[in-house]
């Protein structure tokens, strides 16, 4: 952990969030990661913030590059990995996404508070592909993730960045 996280208050979000490390892979955002190009989190009228990283942990079954794949959508001609550890809130179910915080404004699925959550010690969100399942059509939701994913919200806790060029990628 860094000096830059905030402490962990008591309450219903910070019961939920725990410290994980998380291998994680980054498709089509050049051949190695770049903490410059991090820009910080930022809420929007959408269930996804602007900024962070998003990745999807190495050994998902259904990550970004399946989902990619699937859709015929997207860049896969780079990736890129990272390791995660931080303080973590895991989504596997509707009861997790509870815990969300949610932005006070009139959206069509709700737009979660990622500031507020960050500001709360939260440094990534983590969607499992169960939890994908379950809150997909929820209201409020988080409809768009699409499949296993996490947004990284601190930068803090990205570190031993590798390259994969596209011939040694996984199929």
Partial sequence: MTNAQAPIAAGPLEASVSVLTLRLV????????????????????HTKPFGGLWASP?????????????????DLSTRFETEYTGRTLVIDSAEDLAKVIWQDVKSWRGCPDYEAMQARGVDAIYLTERGEHETRF???????????????MNRACLMHATHSSPSTTPT
Wanted: aromatic share 18%.
């Fill in 138 to 152: 929820t209201e409020p939701g988080l409809y768009g993730y699409d499949c296993e994913c996490v947004i990284v």
């Fill in 26 to 45: 980054t498709y089509g955002l050049g051949e190695a990661y770049d903490p410059e190009k991090f820009a910080p989190i930022k809420n929007r009228l």
């Fill in 58 to 74: 190495v050994d998902s079954a259904y990550g970004w590059r399946e989902w990619c794949e699937a859709e015929n959508w997207g």
